[in-house]
């Protein structure tokens, strides 16, 4: 009986018990994706990618420096600079925080001022802004600030005059006065004049490693269009 068996075995009249099956190959976990790098980048992507480059070196300071209250400033600086390409206002609200916590340890600290007038401006607290900008040193700087703060609270001549006299006695053309000049022509009617000085700006802007200031100028351009196809 067991020779016969094992004869059936032998010729394949039986199923000989299988081999175990092999154990399915795992899958090599994909790499995760290269992060891009600055020269993949154009247009908007390539200068909100400077900015955040800028931000995350000034937030590391800021953690080996946590005392360092300028530190803190560059830092709400670097926010404010993000917010102009983004228009992300939570960015205005971390500003604002690092601001008020300088303001409340070392109120002298060198530019606090500046940033917390500005901070104001951009709430449209216009008034609020124009009074620290008029305690301020009588630098080119806090004068075109107090001319704009005064542009918008109604002064729209003697503002607009000011700020074609700085960039008159400026020794060397300066785009983003030029563009701030334009856009203010713009807000009065006067678009000949407004693209005219938005074409000077444009045409003297050569840093290449902040492009944004273009984009923006282009922008400005495409509004004030706009702004004068509404009054035709």
């Known amino acids: 009986m067991i020779f016969r068996l094992l004869l059936l075995f032998a010729c394949g009249g039986a199923d000989a018990p299988s081999a175990p099956a092999p154990e399915p190959a795992?899958?090599?976990?994909?790499?995760p994706p290269a992060p891009p790098s600055l020269r993949d980048l154009e247009g908007?992507?390539?200068?909100?990618?400077?900015?955040?480059?800028?931000?995350?070196?000034?937030?590391q300071r800021m953690g080996t420096r946590p005392h360092d209250q300028v530190q803190k400033l560059h830092t709400a600086s670097?926010?404010?600079?993000?917010?102009?390409?983004?228009?992300?206002?939570?960015?205005?609200?971390?500003?604002?925080?690092l601001v008020d916590r300088v303001a409340e340890t070392a109120p002298d600290t060198p530019g606090l001022a500046s940033l917390q007038a500005s901070l104001l401006a951009k709430r449209h607290r216009f008034r609020?802004?124009?009074?620290?900008?008029?305690?301020l040193?009588?630098?080119?700087?806090?004068?075109?600030?107090r001319a704009s703060m005064r542009f918008e609270l109604g002064a729209y001549e003697p503002a607009l005059d000011e700020?074609?006299?700085?960039?008159?006695?400026?020794?060397?053309?300066?785009?983003?006065?030029?563009?701030?000049?334009?856009v203010r022509e713009g807000k009065l009617g006067r678009?000949?004049?407004?693209?005219?000085?938005?074409?000077?700006?444009?045409?003297?802007?050569?840093?290449?490693?902040?492009?944004?200031?273009?984009?923006?100028?282009?922008?400005?351009?495409?509004?004030?269009?706009?702004?004068?196809?509404?009054?035709?």
């Open 44 to 59: 908007y992507q390539r200068e909100l990618y400077i900015l955040e480059k800028r931000l995350e070196h000034a937030h």
């Open 191 to 232: 678009f000949e004049e407004a693209e005219a000085t938005m074409e000077q700006a444009r045409s003297n802007y050569f840093n290449r490693a902040e492009r944004w200031p273009v984009a923006w100028q282009h922008l400005m351009l495409g509004l004030m269009a706009l702004d004068r196809s509404d009054t035709l």
């Open 128 to 135: 609020e802004a124009l009074a620290i900008y008029e305690t």
């Open 137 to 145: 040193p009588d630098s080119r700087d806090n004068r075109i600030a």
């Open 26 to 31: 795992q899958a090599t976990p994909a790499s």
């Open 78 to 97: 670097a926010l404010l600079a993000r917010q102009r390409l983004s228009g992300d206002l939570e960015d205005i609200a971390k500003a604002q925080t």
């Open 163 to 182: 700020l074609k006299a700085i960039a008159t006695a400026d020794t060397k053309v300066d785009p983003h006065l030029l563009g701030s000049i334009a």
